[in-house]
């Protein structure tokens, strides 16, 4: 039954009313930019928070144009450390020492894959799906043919995920290293990670997640969870802003033994020693290879501000409810145009985005953003809807969705 864009309005009211998170959204630069109808992209660039704004003008007056060099000391060579404490606190699940903030995702990936297969000398497959992000897949693809292991690759449907049970079937005692995303890129689909966990567990071998999807939106316990290792990155749900650096974590557990294979200079023990060998720094600070990127990690700490006030517990709350309400919004106008749902309707097992697919999509993308409602496309016919819980409201969503509707009345 098609409900009227008035009661879906009023709907949105009232969630956007009775939201304990209402007034965050006010506080990202450009919230109030009236070309902006919609921003359904905070799961692939989230905004920029004003707080961000006051704390760019005044590290370059003071941190950086006053203190020069001498904040190397007093703050920026603990500050991967320090920040990636607090991520671990707020988002991750993880007690201190096992986070640290610097490189891409990308480079993490490699870095945590090389180091974690050390750990498991004898063995030879990892294991990974043809559904993860195409940068994880590449990677291991690139250490595999580098080092001679097998890719075991588990091939779930597009609008699903791994489950636990398909994992099982395709650990062994040759599995080294299982790498699997924990919100999947395009359906949204969530893992079972403890699930996940005790299967790589049971078979001897280490687990290695990726988080980009997950942190900041969804609840996350790396060390209850008994995850291996994670990586993941800040310019999603974090609103680190384009190309801010990635979090890697370490479980305490293999800290002693962990090596991975950047050696440099500032991942050393005692790196201003300048000696000749590398000797790996205790902790996690050997996860460093060179100079940690500190103007990126400005950013990040508005919104591990905000986190910590608002609790990682309400903002996944409040994902729900948006992604609960756009299902409901497509399914009632959109479903009849030939929409297809790609994104589990089971809450919980869904991340912070919807993905909806039809054939005119990709070529509506343009006209919706010319428009001012910016979702991102992804192929071969999706849509994906990303609501960021602290800077979206019911109400802005309502208003994308009424303009997707409106792209199919008048194409
Ligand atoms: C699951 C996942 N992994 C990795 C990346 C990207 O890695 P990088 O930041 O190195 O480009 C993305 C980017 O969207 C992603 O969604």
């Avoid at 590449?138 to 779930?156: F, H, K, M, N, Q």
């Avoid at 636990?164 to 040759?174: F, G, I």
Wanted: net charge negative; aromatic share 8%.
């Amino acid at each position: 039954m098609t409900v009227t864009a008035t009661e879906f309005a009023s709907r949105a009211a009232a969630l956007d009313a009775a939201d304990p998170l209402r007034d965050y959204p006010a506080r990202f630069l450009g919230s109030d930019d009236p070309r902006i109808v919609a921003y359904l992209d905070g799961n692939s660039l989230g905004r920029p928070t004003r707080a961000t704004s006051e704390r760019i003008s005044a590290f370059l007056a003071q941190d950086w144009g006053h203190r020069l060099i001498r904040r190397w000391d007093e703050e920026w060579f603990d500050l991967p450390l320090t920040l990636g404490d607090r991520l671990g606190a707020a988002v991750l699940g993880a007690a201190t020492g096992q986070t640290t903030i610097g490189d891409s995702t990308t480079v993490l990936l490699y870095k945590l894959a090389r180091g974690a297969l050390t750990l498991r000398p004898g063995r030879t497959e990892i294991v990974v799906d043809r559904g993860n992000f195409p940068t994880d897949r590449y990677v291991l693809e690139s250490i595999a043919a580098d080092l001679g292991y097998t890719l075991r690759w588990l091939e779930p449907d597009l609008r699903a995920g791994v489950t636990a049970a398909d994992l099982a079937e395709v650990v062994s005692e040759r599995t080294a290293l299982v790498a699997l995303s924990h919100v999947a890129y395009r359906s949204g689909y969530l893992l079972d990670s403890p699930a996940v966990a005790t299967v790589t567990h049971d078979a001897g071998a280490l687990l290695l997640l990726d988080l980009c999807h997950s942190a900041g939106s969804v609840e996350i316990e790396l060390d209850s969870w008994a995850v291996d290792f994670a990586v993941g990155c800040t310019y999603k749900y974090l609103n680190g802003g384009p190309g801010s650096p990635a979090f890697a974590y370490v479980a305490a557990a293999h800290l002693d033994e962990f090596v991975q294979p950047i050696w440099g200079w500032m991942g050393r023990d005692a790196p201003f020693e300048m000696a000749q060998g590398y000797r790996p720094a205790p902790g996690i600070r050997r996860v460093i290879s060179g100079t940690p990127a500190i103007l990126g990690m400005l950013p990040i700490q508005d919104t591990i501000d905000m986190i910590e006030e608002a609790g990682i517990r309400a903002i996944r709350a409040k994902s729900v409810a948006l992604t609960e309400f756009a299902l409901d919004v497509v399914r009632s106008w959109l479903v009849p145009r030939g929409v297809t749902v790609s994104s589990p309707l089971d809450p919980a097992r869904r991340g912070g985005h919807v993905t909806i697919d039809h054939p005119t999509f990709q070529g509506m993308l343009p006209r919706l953003w010319e428009r001012g409602v910016i979702p991102d496309f992804r192929g071969p016919a999706g849509l994906r809807l990303g609501p960021s819980p602290l800077s979206t409201t019911f109400t802005e969503l309502l208003a994308g969705l009424a303009v997707i509707r409106d792209e199919f009345a008048n194409p």
